[in-house]
Every structure is written in C-alpha cells, then in structure tokens.
C-alpha cells in the first residue's frame, strides 16, 4: 500500500517547537488521507490532526487546535506536523498514518509509520 516513515521527534522544554516530517513512499501517495496519532504511556491512541488528500480540508483535535499544523507536498511525497507551544501533556509517541479517501480512520485500516517520540519537559 504505502510506507511511511516518521523522524523530528526529540526532547524539547514546554513552550518549544516541533516540526516532524513524514516520508512516504508508493505510487499512490497522492490518493491518501494523511493523519498523525498520538500514544501516550497507559493510554489509548488518539487523534490528533488530519489532511485531505488534496491538502484543502484539515481537521485538528481539540487540544491542538492553534498550535499545531498538518500541511503535505505531494510532489516531495512528504507530510509534516508542525508543533508549536509545546505542553507536558503533549509528550507521546507521535505516528503518521494514511488512508484512502472516503474510508474512515481505523487502527487495522491504515497505514502507520514506525512512530517518533516526542518528550515535552517542563
């Protein structure tokens, strides 16, 4: 289907940004919802923000919403999350995830990349 590759993560204090790109790779990139899901220790993946396939519609999870950024380059075949404002609470191993258009977000369904760990210290 298609593969996807996460880096940018890192140790950052409260306050600091982020920006973690995701490399993807397969000839059908471009037909792809992308997203990034996030796993804190003892807790449930949860969403975090999403990206229509031609980059014109985003959506963002209440807790990120006005400091973090989805954006794609479909011709890079690259997403990337832009983290600003960083909290204690936003510390989780940050995944990228793609699926096809009109299909609806599921673990089994996607795709996911290897994750990255992002560790917001106060």
């Known amino acids: 289907q298609v593969q996807l590759v996460e880096s940018g993560g890192g140790l950052v204090q409260a306050g600091g940004s982020l920006r973690l790109p995701c490399a993807a790779s397969g000839r059908t990139f471009s037909y792809y919802d992308m997203g990034w899901f996030r796993q804190a220790p003892g807790k449930e993946r949860e969403f975090v923000t999403s990206i229509e396939w031609r980059g014109s519609s985003t959506y963002y999870a209440d807790s990120v919403k006005g400091r973090f950024t989805i954006s794609r380059d479909n011709a890079k075949n690259k997403v990337y999350l832009q983290m600003n404002s960083l909290k204690t609470e936003d510390t989780a191993v940050y995944y990228c995830?793609?699926?096809?258009?009109?299909?609806?977000?599921?673990?089994?369904?996607?795709?996911w990349g290897q994750g990255t760990q992002v560790t917001v210290s106060s």
């Open positions: 995830a793609a699926k096809t258009t009109r299909s609806v977000w599921t673990i089994s369904g996607a795709s």
